[in-house]
């Protein structure tokens, strides 16, 4: 696949505590193999289907570490992309550092504490695949502080957005697009409101692809994981939210399974 443009979701990546059991979760539940890079000192591993990359699989070196499943935005310069950041508000955590030939990375929060990581590509550009079962399909942004983290992500990385339902109201969502493809939507941001518990922190929501929604879930099940919101529909695919085995929590969706019509 082509390098990605600036500011497109363009690979993820889950801190877990036990690299063995993420494989056998991730594989059973997606299809995924896996392929080892012994030489890297994190001792990261790849997930692969139908021969691309979709995802990797990193060990937590630090039990602090939230189990957590991460987005990466492309850039075509990473450390211009962290003084952007600085610039904007938002705070550099990691890098921006090299991954081998693979490429280079930095990690950053938001000014309402989102955590992202930023990818500039090298020999490895990103997602292979994505939006088919198995692989990445959707993100967005889950956060407090709509009114400093748009403008935030508008000076980063030029996002453009659209606003669906009503601003300031029970649904207040957008949907971004880049300036190098306008118009098609690539993340989402929702402003939570008083439904989601006061403990949850803003965060980047994660979707994988999945064949049948309801499998999926029943799937988690059997393999340790649990279930924190039942399977729904939407006008986007039918949908779920879990947690895997380790703690580390994801959206599976149905994308052919549509119902309703898209909010306005």
């Not at 494989?23 to 299809?31: C, D, S, T």
């Not at 699989?57 to 939230?66: E, I």
């Not at 453009?160 to 601003?167: S, V």
Request: charged share 20%; hydrophobic share 40%.
């Amino acid at each position: 696949m082509a390098a990605f443009a600036e500011g497109v979701p363009c690979w993820a990546d889950a801190f877990i505590p036990d690299m063995g059991a993420g494989k056998r979760f991730y594989g059973e539940l997606f299809g995924w193999t896996f392929q080892d890079d012994e030489g890297d000192r994190n001792a990261f591993t790849i997930a692969v289907l139908d021969g691309k990359p979709v995802a990797a699989l990193l060990p937590k070196t630090d039990g602090r570490m939230p189990t957590v499943w991460n987005i990466y935005l492309a850039s075509p310069d990473a450390a211009a992309s962290a003084e952007k950041v600085r610039q904007a508000g938002g705070q550099v955590i990691v890098g921006p550092g090299q991954v081998g030939e693979h490429g280079t990375m930095l990690m950053a929060a938001d000014p309402g504490g989102a955590v992202f990581g930023v990818w500039q590509a090298g020999t490895q550009p990103g997602f292979g695949q994505k939006g088919e079962p198995g692989s990445y399909a959707w993100t967005e942004l889950l956060t407090r502080d709509s009114a400093r983290v748009d403008p935030f992500y508008r000076a980063v990385f030029g996002y453009e957005g659209k606003q669906i339902g009503e601003a300031g109201g029970d649904f207040d969502y957008e949907v971004w697009s880049v300036q190098d493809e306008p118009g098609i939507p690539q993340l989402g941001r929702m402003q939570m409101g008083p439904q989601f518990p006061a403990e949850l922190p803003s965060h980047f929501q994660l979707f994988f692809g999945v064949d049948d929604c309801d499998a999926a879930v029943a799937a988690v099940g059997k393999l340790g994981g649990r279930v924190n919101r039942e399977p729904m529909d939407s006008p986007y695919g039918r949908n779920a939210a879990v947690i895997d085995d380790q703690g580390a929590a994801f959206v599976v969706i149905d994308m052919s399974r549509k119902v309703g019509e898209p909010p306005a």
